[in-house]
T-cell receptor, first 114, second 113 residues
Framework: EAGVVQSPRYKIIEKKQPVAFWCNPI?????LYWYLQNLGQGPELLIR????????DSQLPKDRFSAERLKGVDSTLKIQPAELGDSAVYLC????????????FGPGTRLTVL | GDSVTQMEGPVTLSEEAFLTINCTYT??????LFWYVQYPGEGLQLLLK?????DKGSNKGFEATYRKETTSFHLEKGSVQVSDSAVYFC????????????FGQGTTLQVKP
């Protein structure tokens, strides 16, 4: 079974530029998560999707961050404009269902904002 | 609020030494508990989990027991290998927040030959 796929793996941009990250979850997984991992810390949830519906986006900074999950499969996370403090690893995870079901993580996208 | 606290690292051990990484939690409901591992350059991988009190999760020689009385989920391994060098994260999910994993800050383990 293929794992969670993310691209790009690395991205370097200048501040104020836009950036987008893409995630393809494990086939059949209805729930998709985006997490932010700052250096030396554990991941923190940004947004959770059940199929195509964002059911928890309370931690997403909506002034500059946006996300979508069209057709309930792939998802895109966007930052516009990026700030220096956005430098981090952005992780995507998926699970069959919400709640206690095991979440499987992708390799992440490491963003560096200069 | 719900939270997870791990022992600070890095933890440096010689090969074949005994490993303990402490993890304690605070939760308003009845959490499920997890240990994830992150090898250098790779994504988070589920190592083991326990869904109710007194359950023991185990995988690859690692074990952790869900202790409700001490709100702990310490990770142990009897004999570590160099290949176990990684960052270990303790995490919980509480049913009331439907799937949101709450992680500790991570503990770096370095195993020397």
């Amino acid at each position: 079974e293929a794992g969670v796929v993310q691209s790009p793996r690395y991205k370097i941009i200048e501040k104020k530029q836009p950036v987008a990250f893409w995630c393809n979850p494990i086939s059949g997984h209805n729930t998709l998560y985006w997490y932010l991992q700052n250096l030396g810390q554990g991941p923190e949830l940004l947004i959770r999707y059940e199929n195509e519906e964002a059911v928890d986006d309370s931690q997403l900074p909506k002034d500059r961050f946006s996300a979508e999950r069209l057709k309930g499969v792939d998802s895109t996370l966007k930052i516009q404009p990026a700030e220096l403090g956005d430098s981090a690893v952005y992780l995507c995870a998926s699970s069959r269902a919400e709640g206690w079901d095991t979440q499987y993580f992708g390799p992440g996208t490491r963003l560096t904002v200069l | 609020g719900d939270s997870v606290t791990q022992m600070e690292g890095p933890v440096t051990l010689s090969e074949e030494a005994f490993l303990t990484i402490n993890c304690t939690y605070t939760a308003t409901g009845y959490p499920s508990l997890f240990w994830y591992v992150q090898y250098p350059g790779e994504g988070l991988q589920l190592l083991l989990k326990a869904t109710k009190a007194d359950d023991k999760g185990s995988n690859k020689g690692f074990e952790a027991t869900y202790r409700k009385e001490t709100t702990s989920f310490h990770l142990e391994k009897g004999s570590v290998q160099v290949s176990d060098s990684a960052v270990y994260f303790c995490a919980l999910v509480v049913s009331s927040n439907t799937g949101k994993l709450i992680f500790g800050q991570g503990t770096t383990l370095q195993v020397k030959p």
